[in-house]
């Protein structure tokens, strides 16, 4: 099962603009973490913000972790051509939960040349 | 290597047909994880190394998967009778220490079962 919700599903904007996209959860996680996948390539992390962290930044992404209302956000600023890809939240949970990472369905971001 | 490799890239097989997958991780990664992509979603956990030791394998969705990894590098994820819910994107991913740190992904296996 998927824990993670993206929003918004699909996003289209400018070159240059900014884009911000959402993630909410449902338990207690011990972190968050931010993943890009173009088409027909593998993931690639991004950023990585622990329970602790409210917010973290890393060149033109910044991520916000609001554990009381259980989301996250990803701002991506200055877009450019090449950001057009899916974005995922990743979280690993605390507790007895799965060693493994558990992953939204994706915002998928299309930039507009 | 520099990255996680996977082989092969793609695979069809007939229904009821048994595959292989592997995956060579980074050297030195002590954690190795498995998942399933399906099209147009999030990858899915399958199963979890630690080295040679797989501490999680709940993600697994039947007994016809099995993975292992005996020398603590290498792993092979294998599918017995395919079915055709099978297909799909299987992702290895590895990682130095802990098993919730950053996450090298492979560029992943796409199955086809026809």
């Known amino acids: 099962s998927q824990q993670g919700e993206e929003d918004p599903q699909a996003l289209s904007i400018q070159e240059g603009e900014n884009a911000t996209m959402n993630c909410s959860y449902k338990t207690s996680i011990n972190n968050l973490q931010w993943y890009r996948q173009n088409s027909g390539r593998g993931l690639v992390h991004l950023i990585l913000i622990r329970s602790n962290e409210r917010e973290k930044h890393s060149g033109r992404l910044r991520v916000t972790l609001d554990t009381s209302k259980k989301s996250s956000s990803l701002l991506i600023t200055a877009s450019r051509a090449a950001d057009t890809a899916s974005y995922f939240c990743a979280t690993d949970m605390a507790g007895g939960g799965a060693d493994g990472l558990t992953f939204g369905k994706g915002t998928h971001l299309i930039i507009q040349p | 290597g520099a990255g996680v490799s996977q082989s092969p890239r793609y695979k069809v097989a007939k229904r009821g047909q048994d595959v292989a997958l592997r995956c060579d991780p980074i050297?030195?990664?002590?954690?190795l994880f498995w998942y399933q992509q399906a099209l147009g979603q999030g990858p899915e956990f399958l199963t979890y190394?630690?080295?040679?030791?797989?501490?999680?394998k709940s993600g697994l969705p039947s007994d016809r998967f099995f993975a292992e990894r005996p020398e603590g590098s290498v792993s092979t994820l294998k599918i017995q009778r395919t079915q055709q819910e099978d297909s799909a994107v299987y992702l290895c991913a590895s990682s130095s220490t802990w098993k919730g740190a950053e996450a090298f992904f492979g560029q992943g296996t796409r199955l086809t079962v026809v």
């Open positions: 190394f630690q080295n040679e030791a797989q501490l999680d």
């Open positions: 050297s030195g990664h002590v954690s």
